[in-house]
């Protein structure tokens, strides 16, 4: 099994930054695409960025491109999301995921970390 385990989020103040991490564990960690995701309350599920776990392509959602970079450490099988000017909007629930091939759709999701943007 996969078990994904994010950390990092916390209070910030508007402009401020944040940088969350996802650690990987349970086995041989070599999925085929990272991501990261977030929820705010009475919202939808959004994505936020992905990233390919061998080459490093990344693609980002248009509301975070500028602001959020997404990067991994495939040998310590952690993903990270780099928040730079943070804005209200973002406050969020983050959840990493994690799918293992390309036939597949995200099947490992962490549990979540609050991200709370607010002066």
């Known amino acids: 099994q996969v078990q994904l385990v994010e950390s990092g989020g916390g209070l910030v103040q508007p402009g401020g930054s944040l940088r969350l991490s996802c650690a990987a564990s349970?086995?041989?960690?070599?999925?085929?695409?990272m991501a990261w995701f977030r929820q705010a309350p009475g919202k939808e599920r959004e994505f936020v960025a992905r990233?390919?776990?061998?080459?490093?392509?990344?693609y980002y959602a248009d509301s975070v491109k500028g602001r959020f970079t997404i990067s991994k450490d495939n040998a310590n099988n952690t993903l990270y999301l780099q928040m730079n000017s943070l804005k209200p909007e973002d406050t969020a629930v983050y959840y990493c995921?994690?799918?293992?091939?390309?036939?597949?759709?995200?099947?490992?999701w962490g549990q979540g970390t609050q991200v709370t943007v607010s002066s």
């Open positions: 995921a994690a799918k293992l091939t390309v036939f597949y759709d995200y099947g490992y």
């Open positions: 349970g086995r041989t960690f070599s999925p085929y695409v």
């Open positions: 990233i390919m776990w061998s080459g490093g392509l990344t």
